[in-house]
């Protein structure tokens, strides 16, 4: 059975809460994490097939195979990654920025936006609590649930949605994270990475058709105001279509502008066809 990754945030119940529920079994193990630890543990052969940030997908494209039909992104606006500010991100010049540990893609879009939309240059700081610190008014990077918080806690004008600056910038959707697997295990297994992404596949097709379920199990997990995660999920995009694949690919043209990557990888997901 294939090791594998899941991320520990309310955002991944439209993939996951079917294997949850009990309604699709999933042959395989998963390991929930945040997405900094999934990424550090699937380069480090820990884990067989995962999530991936996409930051850590673009550094690492050449020992992963791009899997196809799942992301985890959003078309305009995302929720769950702000930054928060007393000031401006174009006033940001110089400042220290608290960032989480827990989100490579979200750190990298944040200074891509920065430096190339608003021409400023931040000193990135990580932080065990940023939400703390933008509560104390140091500008903080903020992703997840902890994000979410601060929608609800903080002052509307000091939040920024990453994904709506993204794509007012660019007319381009936001992509964070990836499903890839291990290039060696693909090659060794690929049945088996064709079983685990088909299951998931299958698991996001059942909560579509399932929202109620998801909804209470998010609720159950971090309460949010009534109606709150109808909207938030609408907002999320969970398909690696065109329109993401385009996104994803300026992303990665953008991270090399700043000289985060060394390569622009082509993001061509691998085609799994139908597992024998």
């Known amino acids: 059975m294939l090791r594998c990754g899941r991320i520990r945030y309310t955002n991944d119940l439209p993939v996951y809460a079917a294997f949850d529920a009990g309604a699709i079994e ?12 999934l990424n550090a543990m699937l ?34 606006e995302v929720v769950s990654v702000v930054l928060v500010s007393p000031r401006a991100p174009q006033e940001l010049d110089g400042a220290r920025v608290a960032v989480t540990r827990e989100s490579a893609s979200g750190t990298n879009l944040l200074r891509v936006l920065l430096e190339r939309r608003y021409g400023v240059k931040a000193s990135y700081v990580e932080s065990d609590d940023p939400l703390a610190e933008a509560r104390a008014g140091v500008p903080a990077l903020l992703i997840g649930d902890v994000a979410i918080d601060a929608l609800h806690s903080m002052p509307a004008g000091n939040v920024y949605d990453l994904g709506r600056l993204w794509h007012d910038w660019t ?91 060394d390569v622009v990888p082509r993001v061509f997901p691998e085609v799994l066809g139908v597992p024998a």
Request: net charge negative; with cysteine; charged share 20%.
């Open 26 to 37: 999933y042959p395989g193990t998963l390991h929930a994490d945040v997405p900094s630890r």
């Open 43 to 76: 380069v480090d052969g820990e884990l067989d097939l995962s999530p991936i940030s996409a930051f850590a997908w673009a550094q690492h494209a050449s020992e992963l195979v791009l899997l196809p039909d799942l992301c985890i992104g959003a078309r305009d």
């Open 171 to 261: 007319g381009q959707q936001t992509v964070f994270a990836v499903w890839a697997a291990r290039r060696d295990i693909y090659d060794r297994d690929p049945s088996g990475v064709r079983a685990c992404m088909h299951a998931l596949t299958d698991a996001y097709t059942w909560s579509r058709s399932h929202m109620e379920f998801v909804v209470a199990q998010a609720q159950r997990e971090r309460a949010r105001p009534a109606g709150f995660y109808e909207n938030y999920y609408a907002k999320l995009n969970f398909t690696l279509h065109f329109a993401a694949q385009r996104g994803l690919e300026t992303y990665c043209r953008e991270l090399h502008a700043i000289g985060a990557i």
